[in-house]
């Protein structure tokens, strides 16, 4: 870790060295590029418009802890999936499987199981109540938001940790534009990306489509048959109509699908992939599958004292998967499992004009927004474990079936929300907020076994949750480019049922947290410096863990502790040294820890950390650009991503040390062409991000996968 730190520190140096040499010639305008509005290479850094409270502003003048990835970070670091993005946001972490559809994301040590999230991912506004329909290929991505800290009172259920919030890039009104892009790399890698968009009705109307296909070999080898375990493709679209009928009217149709052919889950003992990394040997070798189809619909209208919006989103999504359940080469026990899930959401929004606040005073004006989300979810699981003779007793000498579940669980929800800002002048701000949630769940599931070597057990439950979750923050903006604000928040999360879980633990209750945080944001020398501090403290009670059911071998469950609390500090600092030369960092630490009296699955967690969460992250970095004609850049990248040691269970019984990932990107790009080379991982760093305890069939006790290791490889693509 201290060679990867050095050599990035050395190469910066470089870089800022270099910088004096860069002049301020004509730059390409090719997706990328670190380019100002003159088309010169840039001098100061571009303002970053977010929407962490439902309404377009900058992120320095937003007071809430908010990390945004853009569209041109997104494109020059070759990021793929949410989870690389989120390498930029201080005191965030995925725990992500090798098969796509899981990916848990964790903010300040908050999260909890897929069925049920801590932090929302919302896409294109559309929030997904189960996250494993929030992992998809980035295609046409304006930005990606990491809002920390509770959101409850304008979002609602499920953000009790924050939001992920994701756009589209619009479809073009004034010109046609396209690229294609085809990288390839090590483990067979190949991702070939399309996309087109331009008008079709006298500037009224853009249409835009995109496509493209990824797969990769995979890391994992099964040592029983030569094969790798946990390859990855997938086929993605997007299409998009942009309308805007009148000055003050936009509508939007997105059309976003996803077919992904994962394959197994890369899981071994635990002790064993210490030993032989990215091995494994099982007798059985299975898949991941995931389809998904998502029409959203969003229409704006700015009137004259107020704007309407309202986005209407549909989502289905299906998988089917299959793996070894003892991981181990005899063949004792596998699994399948089908999930299938169709969603809706309707959010409506009213809100004062962003340019016209209500005058109250000579001295005090009023912004306000309010609206109302409904949602419906259906869900249904099947999952069927095959044991094979004398596997589940030494009195059972024919092959069992366990259907372990069958599940339906519903749910229908409602919340209102309401929140108005008083400024005070010019430098002070003062707002509240308050939402109501309602909703009602019913669950059918059934357990049982093929033949019927035990009773059946069925479950026919329904209930109802609510709460209402207030916002109080405060803001003062010291000088022009500074500010100051505190906030004190609650958070809520909905509690519900287990699709499938140990007897008496079929339902889980509600969780609630309140959060105080304070934080400055500060401007300098023209731009060419953000530099940001905050601090938090989150105490929650009833806290849901997703917990490994000792039953069940494989399978899940939430249930509630009986309280926690997370406290630290996060910092992010941005700076453009020269024309063409940035420097970034970021960092972040969490003292996340149960309190006295806590159970988790059975075990006293009373005082031990939360699992999961890395006691501290950090990102340092820098890119420089230099012009070599007028029609071409040259650039460099390099990043190290830091993360604190971390343990995998509550119990606080195996952790990860802590480690380093250093990443390297250089390449030209033109007007219309560019060419580069990436290495992710370039010092092969070993490490286990996630593991879980698995008793009986694990002889270590826990089961883990290893972290992606070196991948490399050229990416060339075209624009116009």
């Known amino acids: 870790?201290?060679?990867?730190?050095?050599?990035?520190?050395?190469?910066?140096?470089?870089?800022?060295?270099?910088?004096?040499?860069?002049?301020?010639?004509?730059?390409?305008?090719?997706?990328?590029?670190?380019?100002?509005?003159?088309?010169?290479?840039r001098v100061r850094l571009p303002v970053l418009q977010v929407t962490a409270q439902k309404e377009l502003e900058d992120a320095q003048k937003s007071p809430v802890g908010v990390t945004a990835v853009s569209q041109e970070v997104l494109e020059t670091a070759g990021i793929r999936a949410v989870s690389e993005a989120a390498e930029y946001s201080p005191n965030t972490v995925f725990t992500e499987f090798?098969?796509?559809?899981?990916?848990?994301?964790?903010?300040?040590?908050?999260?909890?199981?897929?069925?049920?999230?801590?932090?929302?991912?919302?896409?294109?506004?559309?929030?997904?109540?189960?996250?494993?329909?929030?992992?998809?290929?980035?295609?046409?991505?304006?930005?990606?938001?990491?809002?920390?800290?509770?959101?409850?009172?304008?979002?609602?259920?499920?953000?009790?940790?924050?939001?992920?919030?994701?756009?589209?890039?619009?479809p073009s009104l004034q010109e046609w534009t396209g690229s294609l892009v085809g990288p390839f790399g090590n483990f067979a890698a190949a991702d070939v990306r399309a996309a087109v968009s331009g008008p079709v009705v006298g500037g009224r109307l853009g249409i835009g489509v995109a496509a493209g296909y990824s797969s990769r070999d995979g890391f994992t080898k099964n040592s029983i048959t030569g094969n790798d375990l946990d390859s990855r493709s997938a086929v993605f679209a997007k299409t998009q109509l942009y309308w805007t009928p009148a000055p003050n009217w936009d509508a939007r149709v997105i059309l976003t699908g996803e077919r992904a052919r994962d394959g197994d889950f890369a899981l071994n003992d635990?002790?064993?992939?210490?030993?032989?990394?990215?091995?494994?040997?099982?007798?059985?070798?299975?898949?991941?599958?995931?389809?998904?189809?998502?029409?959203?619909?969003?229409?704006?209208?700015?009137?004259?004292?107020?704007?309407?919006?309202?986005?209407?989103?549909?989502?289905?999504?299906?998988?089917?998967?299959?793996?070894?359940?003892?991981?181990?080469?005899?063949?004792?026990?596998?699994r399948s499992n089908n999930e299938n899930d169709l969603q809706f959401t309707q959010d409506i929004r009213l809100a004062s004009l962003a340019n016209a606040p209500i005058e109250l005073t000579d001295t005090m004006s009023m912004r306000w927004q309010a609206g109302v989300s409904v949602f419906t979810q259906d869900y249904?699981?099947?999952?069927?474990?095959?044991?094979?003779?004398?596997?589940?007793?030494?009195?059972?000498?024919?092959?069992?079936?366990?259907?372990?579940?069958?599940?339906?669980?519903?749910?229908?929800?409602?919340?209102?929300?309401?929140?108005?800002?008083?400024?005070?002048?010019?430098?002070?701000?003062?707002?509240?907020?308050?939402?109501?949630?309602?909703?009602?769940?019913?669950?059918?599931?059934?357990?049982f076994f093929m033949p019927a070597i035990a009773p059946?057990?069925?479950?026919?439950?329904?209930?109802?949750?609510?709460?209402?979750?207030?916002?109080?923050?405060?803001?003062?903006?010291?000088?022009?480019?500074?500010?100051?604000?505190?906030?004190?928040?609650?958070?809520y999360k909905a509690g519900g049922f287990n699709a499938a879980s140990p007897s008496g633990n079929q339902a889980y209750e509600e969780e609630h947290s309140w959060n105080y945080e304070g934080g400055v944001k500060t401007t300098w020398f023209d731009r060419r410096l953000v530099a940001n501090a905050a601090a938090f403290y989150l105490r929650w009670?009833?806290?849901?863990?997703?917990?490994?059911?000792?039953?069940?071998?494989?399978?899940?469950?939430?249930?509630?502790?009986?309280?926690?609390?997370s406290a630290g500090v996060e910092t992010d600092l941005h700076a453009q040294l020269a024309p063409g030369c940035e420097v970034f960092t970021g960092f972040g630490y969490t003292n996340a820890k149960f309190s006295q009296g806590s159970f988790s699955n059975g075990v006293d967690v009373g005082g031990r950390r939360v699992s999961n969460t890395?006691?501290?992250?950090?990102?340092?970095?820098g890119q420089y650009s230099v012009l070599v004609s007028s029609e071409s850049a040259a650039f460099i990248r390099a990043e190290v991503v830091f993360r604190g040691d971390h343990y995998y269970d509550d119990a606080n019984t195996e952790g990860q040390e802590a480690y380093s990932l250093t990443h390297f990107r250089a390449g030209v790009r033109g007007r219309k062409m560019f060419a580069e080379a990436w290495v992710r991982n370039a010092f092969d760093t070993e490490y286990i991000p996630l593991a879980f305890a698995y008793p009986g069939l694990a002889p270590s006790g826990f089961l883990g996968e290893m972290g992606a290791p070196r991948t490399f490889g050229v990416r060339a693509g075209i624009t116009f």
């Open 270 to 334: 635990l002790d064993s992939l210490r030993a032989n990394p990215f091995q494994a040997a099982r007798d059985f070798e299975g898949y991941t599958h995931r389809d998904l189809v998502a029409p959203t619909f969003s229409v704006r209208r700015i009137g004259t004292v107020m704007e309407v919006s309202a986005t209407t989103g549909f989502l289905w999504w299906e998988t089917d998967d299959s793996t070894d359940l003892d991981y181990s080469p005899l063949p004792l026990a596998t």
């Open 380 to 447: 249904t699981q099947e999952a069927v474990n095959s044991y094979a003779p004398f596997v589940l007793s030494p009195f059972v000498s024919i092959p069992v079936e366990q259907t372990t579940p069958r599940a339906a669980l519903d749910d229908r929800g409602l919340g209102i929300f309401g929140e108005t800002t008083f400024a005070f002048g010019e430098r002070f701000d003062a707002t509240v907020g308050l939402r109501g949630d309602f909703e009602h769940k019913e669950a059918a599931l059934d357990t």
């Open 98 to 170: 090798s098969a796509r559809k899981l990916s848990n994301p964790r903010f300040r040590g908050v999260g909890s199981s897929p069925v049920n999230p801590g932090v929302t991912t919302y896409i294109d506004g559309v929030p997904q109540l189960n996250s494993n329909s929030s992992s998809i290929e980035l295609l046409e991505v304006d930005q990606i938001e990491f809002v920390r800290g509770p959101q409850s009172s304008l979002f609602g259920r499920n953000t009790i940790g924050g939001l992920i919030n994701i756009t589209s890039v619009r």
């Open 541 to 565: 009670r009833d806290m849901q863990v997703n917990v490994p059911n000792p039953v069940v071998p494989g399978q899940f469950f939430i249930a509630n502790a009986a309280g926690s609390r």
């Open 456 to 491: 059946r057990t069925v479950v026919a439950a329904k209930e109802s949750f609510g709460d209402v979750s207030p916002q109080f923050t405060v803001a003062f903006n010291a000088t022009p480019d500074s500010m100051v604000y505190a906030t004190a928040s609650r958070g």
């Open 614 to 621: 890395p006691d501290y992250t950090a990102t340092v970095g």
């Open 1 to 41: 870790m201290r060679y990867a730190t050095a050599l990035i520190v050395a190469a910066l140096a470089v870089l800022a060295g270099g910088a004096a040499q860069a002049q301020d010639a004509p730059n390409p305008s090719a997706p990328g590029s670190p380019q100002g509005q003159d088309g010169t290479l």
